[in-house]
């Protein structure tokens, strides 16, 4: 009977450490179901921070690029600037000696004027300022004879007189030949057009071969009957007509000329 209860005590004594036992390893499965959950949640925690900076990262570098993208612009647009302004000021100077050059021309013609004024008031020569220059017009009566393209003694002087006054600027000079509209009767010069470039150019044979001006200074035109001072319906008209011009330029000779 004795053995009997020290059997049951025993057995009670296993059932209890069996419950003990089952107790722990439920705690221990527990424990490691959620240390794995842990890990889980640890793991996907750990994946998002590291998406999370991986997108800080790339808007931090878009950010950069923008900022350099915005840099680059900004000190192109200030190049720009500095050319347009560097532009402008060399529009501004050149358009200062453009005038001044125009404002000293237009001083030396002045005086090239009155210097003409002086030279020929005792003489029938007119002369007055064009948009072109100072313009001389020399009748065909104190330069020529009817028909002809030799110069006689008073266009010699009206000459001379014009030319001591060029020899002290250094100005362009176009001379222009003109006629009236009669065809002309002298088998010399077939047409008017040949008669006015035969005048002009002996105007400046004399200028050149009398007075010493270079050659290069002058530009010579015949122009026939072509841009009439008067209508021909008269003889004294037509007289008006029958002229060379002289056209002073505010432009000067180059000095390799």
Same mark, same amino acid.
């Given at each position: 009977?004795?053995?009997?209860?020290?059997?049951?005590e025993?057995?009670?004594e296993?059932?209890w450490?069996?419950s003990y036992?089952?107790?722990i390893s439920?705690l221990?499965v527990?424990?490691?179901?959620? %240390? &794995?959950?842990?890990?889980?949640q640890?793991?996907?925690?750990l994946?998002e921070?590291k998406q999370a900076?991986?997108?800080?990262?790339? *808007?931090?570098?878009?950010?950069i690029?923008?900022k350099?993208?915005?840099?680059?612009?900004?000190l192109?647009?200030?190049?720009?600037?500095a050319l347009?302004e560097?532009?402008?000021?060399?529009?501004v100077?050149d358009?200062?000696?453009?005038?001044?050059?125009?404002e000293?021309?237009s001083k030396?013609?002045?005086?090239?004027?009155?210097?003409? &004024?002086?030279a020929?008031?005792?003489m029938n020569?007119?002369f007055?300022?064009?948009p072109?220059?100072?313009?001389?017009r020399?009748?065909?009566?104190v330069?020529f004879?009817s028909?002809?393209?030799e110069?006689?003694?008073?266009?010699r002087q009206v000459i001379?007189?014009v030319a001591?006054v060029?020899?002290r600027f250094p100005?362009?000079?176009r001379?222009e030949g003109?006629?009236?509209?009669v065809?002309i009767?002298?088998s010399r010069?077939?047409t008017?057009?040949?008669?006015? *470039?035969a005048?002009a150019?002996s105007?400046?044979?004399e200028?050149?071969?009398?007075h010493q001006?270079p050659?290069?200074?002058f530009i010579?035109?015949?122009l026939?009957?072509?841009n009439?001072?008067?209508?021909?319906t008269?003889a &004294?008209?037509? *007289?008006?007509?029958?002229?060379v011009?002289?056209?002073?330029l505010?432009d000067?000779?180059? %000095?390799?000329q």
């Amino acid at each position: 009977m004795q053995d009997e209860r020290l059997y049951d005590e025993k057995e009670l004594e296993k059932s209890w450490l069996l419950s003990y036992s089952d107790l722990i390893s439920l705690l221990f499965v527990i424990i490691v179901i959620i %240390a &794995a959950t842990s890990a889980s949640q640890f793991e996907s925690k750990l994946r998002e921070v590291k998406q999370a900076e991986a997108e800080q990262q790339t *808007a931090l570098q878009e950010t950069i690029k923008s900022k350099d993208i915005l840099e680059l612009q900004k000190l192109e647009l200030q190049r720009e600037i500095a050319l347009l302004e560097q532009r402008q000021q060399q529009l501004v100077a050149d358009i200062e000696a453009v005038r001044t050059v125009e404002e000293d021309a237009s001083k030396r013609l002045d005086i090239v004027r009155s210097q003409l &004024a002086a030279a020929l008031h005792e003489m029938n020569v007119q002369f007055e300022q064009t948009p072109e220059g100072l313009m001389i017009r020399l009748p065909e009566n104190v330069l020529f004879t009817s028909g002809s393209a030799e110069l006689q003694e008073t266009g010699r002087q009206v000459i001379a007189s014009v030319a001591g006054v060029l020899q002290r600027f250094p100005h362009l000079v176009r001379i222009e030949g003109y006629t009236d509209n009669v065809p002309i009767a002298n088998s010399r010069y077939r047409t008017n057009w040949e008669l006015s *470039a035969a005048r002009a150019l002996s105007v400046m044979r004399e200028m050149v071969d009398q007075h010493q001006l270079p050659p290069s200074r002058f530009i010579v035109a015949g122009l026939g009957e072509r841009n009439p001072v008067a209508d021909n319906t008269t003889a &004294a008209n037509r *007289a008006r007509n029958r002229r060379v011009e002289l056209v002073i330029l505010p432009d000067l000779q180059q %000095a390799d000329q």
